[in-house]
């Protein structure tokens, strides 16, 4: 049995939940690294913060892993918590670098990428830590995209594949709880002359669509 162990699954202790509704300025003031939210717009300086010196942090679970054939185990602290039956075959079995473990929503826990056997088109499954249940689900918001995300500037997530001579780069912002794209870029040899390059963007209309905005 092969494992595969993470020192921690907590990121950080105060992150925004994605699915939230933006706010304006006006309506929370930071205070020693907390959010707080009020209905004023009061001196920081002049706040309490919430943490004493006699708080106890929520522990941190130890998020692990490990595989048995075309079977992988989740585990915290050691528990099983999940066994997900993987896209591999006997011949070839899942290895470490088919799984990637990221915050992908932007919650502040570590989540769980695994790749489809060949890392076609960056393509795989995501499970999401919910700490409510202190288990990992199937998240539906990033199985659309279904292929490995990366963080970008201001909380985006940018989507990177080669699809036949075409380098394509996908951005997504998070809006109420879902990733909607809002730029593509397309690159790709000449065909007469493979040296030169051509790059095309897009933006996307209110349905979602591309809309070819320059291209060189």
Not at 97 to 116: A, M, Q
Not at 172 to 187: D, H
Request: aromatic share 12%.
């Amino acid at each position: 049995m092969k494992k595969m162990i993470l020192p921690m699954l907590l990121i950080v202790t105060a992150v925004t939940s994605c699915g939230r509704r933006e706010r304006a300025p006006e309506e929370y003031i930071n205070a020693d690294g907390l959010v707080v939210f009020t209905s004023t717009t009061e001196d920081p300086s002049k706040l309490t913060p919430l943490i004493t010196e006699t708080t106890t942090a929520p522990p941190i679970k130890r998020l692990s892993y490990s595989f048995t054939g075309t079977k992988m185990d989740i585990m915290l602290d050691d528990k099983v918590v999940k066994t997900l039956q993987l896209s591999y075959s006997e011949a070839e079995p899942p290895e470490d670098s088919d799984v990637v473990i990221r915050d992908f929503n932007l919650d502040g826990y570590y989540d769980i990428f695994i790749y489809y056997s060949g890392h076609t088109e960056n393509r795989g499954e995501y499970y999401t830590y919910d700490p409510e249940k202190e288990n990992f689900t199937e998240d539906k918001a990033l199985n659309e995209v279904g292929r490995l995300l990366e963080a970008g500037p201001d909380n985006t997530m940018i989507e990177k594949y080669t699809l036949g001579y075409i380098d394509r780069t996908v951005e997504y912002n998070w809006e109420g709880g879902k990733l909607k794209a809002f730029r593509k870029t397309e690159e790709y040899a000449d065909s007469y002359d493979p040296e030169k390059k051509h790059k095309d963007v897009y933006s996307y209309d209110k349905n979602g669509d591309p809309v070819l905005e320059s291209s060189n």
